[in-house]
Nanobody, 123 residues
Framework: VQLQASGGGLVQAGGSLRLSCVAS????????LGWFRQRPGKEREFVAA????????DYAASVKGRFTIARDNAKNTMYLQMNSLKPEDTAVYYC?????????????????GGQGTQVTVSS
């Protein structure tokens, strides 16, 4: 499975962005999906995850209520709608996929990871 994230950019604080992650290759199997980010000088951290069916989601406390994860299995695409962005949301955002029905908060539990997309929030 190959993952391609896109949609990053430069936005002012309080603004919004929507990230997309398109999966290709062997996507017919069950895949839980997740978003992670790596802020400057920090380790990669969990942002959000969604189950194969999309029926359950999980968010990091720092983004809960501002970010929304969603998926469209017909399009093999996952989204991250980011609202009320803050300068501390500045990071490279990565998408990941796991051959399981439910994702986790641990990057290393995922089977596939894509290249990141840069999000920069100015104050």
């Amino acid at each position: 499975v190959q993952l391609q994230a896109s949609g990053g950019g430069l936005v002012q604080a309080g603004g919004s962005l929507r990230l997309s992650c398109v999966a290709s290759g062997r996507t017919s199997s069950t895949l839980a999906l997740g978003w992670f980010r790596q802020r400057p000088g920090k380790e990669r951290e969990f942002v959000a995850a969604i189950t194969w069916t999309g029926g359950s989601t999980d968010y990091a406390a720092s983004v809960k209520g501002r970010f929304t994860i969603a998926r469209d299995n017909a399009k093999n695409t996952m989204y991250l709608q980011m609202n009320s962005l803050k300068p501390e949301d500045t990071a490279v955002y990565y998408c990941a996929a796991a051959r399981t029905s439910s994702g986790s908060r641990n990057w290393f539990s995922y089977d596939y990871g894509g290249q990141g997309t840069q999000v920069t929030v100015s104050s």
